[in-house]
């Protein structure tokens, strides 16, 4: 059976793996799937708290914070990747590269 600390740990290995993508990675796609990976280990974690705390209820009253923090954070997930592909559409057509270090040259 799977229990909440391996929901939550399955969360910390998701998140720290997306971490250090992010913190090595010059690839600038590559780094936005990286935070994607990092926002997917907090939505992991969001429901595995749901879960333990619907088991924790009473039956009649099934609490559904984790859920609704998860769809939230979801919205608010597709709305950033949205905007990174914008700015990395916009460096692509300027600059013709994908580097990180020609990301600051968006700025002039």
Known sequence: ???????LALSAL???AGA??????????VVLMCIELMFAAVVVALVGFDRMWAARA???SVPMEGRVFA????????????????????????R???????A???RW
């Open 1 to 7: 059976m799977i229990t909440h600390d391996h929901v």
């Open 14 to 16: 998701l998140f720290c």
């Open 20 to 29: 250090v993508g992010a913190l090595l990675r010059r690839n600038l796609i």
């Open 58 to 60: 009473v039956a009649d």
């Open 71 to 94: 769809m939230i954070g979801i919205a608010v997930v597709a709305a950033q990747l949205a905007v990174g592909l914008a700015i990395l559409v916009s460096l692509v057509r300027n």
């Open 96 to 102: 013709d590269s994908m580097d990180i270090e020609d």
């Open 104 to 106: 600051r040259l968006l």
